[in-house]
């Protein structure tokens, strides 16, 4: 039977604009004939997957989704440097030879293209689709590279075969890889997240401000030499997670450490880090008040039901609670039990801990 690790999640924002659509305002979605602030699955994902927290738990197991590697290919035969050191950004000296830029966008195109159709003209190379990396997929490309300028020569067609099936990549192996041009090597996603929506109805408002010139004279000069207008919205968010632990290992080669080790890392970065839209003008960063993590082989399910009627009243965040875990225990007194065990902190009450959980969804 699969095993499935489930996180419900509650985090309040004060003002803030964490994820905003083409027009700039903070996204929304109709839940319950009603209004609420949304926070897509895509923005959520981003922010755990390039958190300091996440980097560092999982160093040496994420990769890099880009459309650029092609150039950064180039970049790193001309230069003389690794590819490696080109990605990380470091300025590093030159390790090899250096290649003539005629010869590095030959030989890079058609790197490039193992991965994917190559959209650039002339001297650009990126891709049509964006592309994600293994780290063995990258030392492999640099091993390559190391090969052609010593030899002075292109890769050949053996030399291409650069895709991975077998990787410690957790990043996709979480949340999953396609490459239209070759399929065989896509990754199915381990990890769904929900877009995260406020258990609340919403208004979005209007921030009007200014910015006064310093250099201002009161009396002789007056007004602000710039005028803005900026949308914003508070709320208390449930985000629902759905983690299969088996299929987890599966893509990661079969090495239950390093999947232990990934849930715990997101789930840490799921309690502790939020989309970074806007900080600057709200610095509204926030942990979540409230996790609760399940485990078992039962059908999954969301418990996002709970709010389809909008949360009221004076104290939100314990209204939210109850109401989560209420429909909870309503879900199970009609299905029967709906997972083997749970464990959960709540910052409102002081009850659990981060570390606890961790432990729970890390066995």
């Known amino acids: 039977m699969t095993e499935f690790i489930q996180l419900h999640i509650l985090a309040s924002y004060p003002p803030s604009n964490l994820n905003r659509d083409d027009l700039g305002r903070p996204k929304t979605a109709i839940l319950g004939n009603t ?10 994902k981003r922010a755990w997957r390039q958190s300091e927290l996440f980097q560092s738990a999982l160093a040496g197991h994420i990769g890099i989704r880009t459309r650029e590697m092609g150039n950064k290919i180039v970049e790193a035969l001309v230069s003389g440097r690794t590819l490696k050191d080109v990605l990380s950004g470091k300025e590093t000296p030159p390790s090899r030879k250096p290649v003539a830029e005629r010869n590095a966008l030959e030989w890079a195109k ?15 190379l990126k891709t049509e689709q964006i592309v994600h990396y293994s780290p063995e997929e990258i030392s492999a490309i640099d ?21 991975r099936k077998t990787h410690a990549a957790v990043d996709i192996a979480m949340f999953g890889r396609m490459l239209a041009a070759s399929p065989e090597f896509n990754t199915e996603a381990a990890v769904q997240v929900s877009h995260a929506i406020t258990v609340h109805d919403v208004v ?35 985000i629902y997670i759905c983690i299969d632990r088996d299929l987890l290992v599966e893509n990661l ?3 239950t450490a390093l999947a232990s080790r990934a849930i715990a890392a997101l789930t840490e970065a799921c309690a502790k ?28 399910r969301s418990l996002a039901v709970a709010f389809v009627k909008p949360v009221r009243g ?24 709906c997972c083997d065990d749970a464990a959960r902190f709540n910052a409102v009450t002081g009850e659990g801990t981060l570390d606890s959980v961790l432990a729970f969804v890390a066995k």
């Open 35 to 44: 209004q609420r602030l949304r926070i897509s699955s895509q923005s959520l």
């Open 110 to 124: 058609k790197i490039a293209e193992r991965f994917g159709k190559v959209a650039g003209r002339e001297k650009d």
């Open 143 to 163: 091993a390559l590279l190391e090969r052609c300028a010593a030899s002075g020569k292109g890769p050949e067609d053996s030399d291409l075969e650069l895709l």
């Open 204 to 238: 979005v408002e209007d921030d009007y401000f200014t910015a006064v010139d310093d250099l201002n004279r009161l009396g002789s000069e007056t007004g602000s030499a710039h005028i803005g207008v900026l949308e914003f919205a508070a709320g208390l968010y449930y």
């Open 253 to 255: 080669g079969g090495d």
């Open 273 to 300: 880090v939020a989309p970074a839209g806007k900080q600057a003008s709200f610095a509204s960063r926030a942990y979540a008040s409230y996790l609760l993590a399940e485990r078992g082989s039962q059908q999954p």
């Open 314 to 337: 004076e104290d939100l965040l314990s209204s939210a609670i109850h109401a989560l875990e209420d429909t909870r225990t309503k879900i199970e007194r009609v299905y029967g039990k």
